[in-house]
């Protein structure tokens, strides 16, 4: 299995980029990269996945250096409603069972005005 | 959640009382899981299923049972429920089992064993 790291919380202000990296030193060939936000109250929602290099949508990019051994998620220009946890998943392209996809804990990341 | 519908969205039960939780999906998703939620454990996986009738545990699932009689619908049976078990319950769809296919999840069940 591959485990995740991550900050535990984070803060910043509105306007600001936010990096968040997630360590996964013991990531395996097949392994895709994924994160999720969830808000209070919610169930996270799937915000971005990628497998080497970078990758970029509407809400965010995805940092992945050559050895895949950590990523980094980034917010660009966060604002109030940015304001949730932050969950780095690493997981089994295919072949695999769902038990071998982790959560962890997240990061909680709190924006201030 | 756009085509995941949990129910009860809030339950308080007693201790040893059976406790059924309901996972509704209109997305035709082969794959669909359960998960509980607690203060610093993150999400983790409680029972998933492949198929009806098809499912495997994941890594809480001791006290959990679960039942897949049609594609849209994913129960999670607590068969006596204990105070450990206060945990706010989520479930998730998928197209696939793999990580890419991305998940959907619910709003969740908050359940309070007292």
């Known amino acids: 299995l591959a485990k995740t790291t991550q900050p535990i919380s984070m803060d910043s202000y509105e306007g600001q980029e936010v990096n968040i990296t997630c360590s996964h030193n013991n990531i395996a060939t097949n392994d895709y990269i994924t994160w999720y936000q969830q808000f209070p109250s919610q169930g996270p929602r799937f915000i971005i996945q990628?497998?080497?290099t970078k990758v970029t949508n509407e809400v965010a990019s995805l940092f992945i250096p050559a050895d895949r051994k950590s990523s980094t998620l980034s917010l660009p220009r966060v604002s109030l409603s940015d304001t949730a946890v932050y969950y780095c998943?690493?997981?089994?392209?295919?072949?695999?069972?769902?038990?071998?996809?982790?959560f962890g804990s997240g990061t909680r990341l709190s924006i201030r005005p | 959640d756009a085509g995941i519908t949990q129910s009860p969205r809030h339950k308080v039960t007693e201790t040893g009382t059976p406790v059924t939780l309901r996972c509704h999906q209109t997305?035709?998703?082969?794959?669909m899981y359960w998960y509980r939620q607690d203060p610093g454990h993150g999400l983790r996986l409680i029972h998933y299923s492949y198929g009806v009738k098809d499912t495997d545990k994941g890594e809480v699932s001791d006290g959990y049972s679960v039942s897949r009689s049609k594609t849209e619908d994913f129960l999670l049976t607590l068969e006596s429920a204990t105070s450990s078990q206060t945990s706010v319950y989520f479930c998730?769809?998928?197209?696939?089992?793999?990580?890419?296919?991305?998940?959907?999840f619910g709003s969740g069940t908050r359940l309070t064993v007292v």
């Open positions: 990628g497998y080497k």
């Open positions: 997305e035709n998703h082969r794959y």
């Open positions: 998730a769809i998928s197209e696939s089992h793999r990580v890419d296919s991305g998940y959907t």
């Open positions: 998943l690493v997981g089994d392209v295919g072949g695999g069972s769902a038990s071998k996809i982790i």
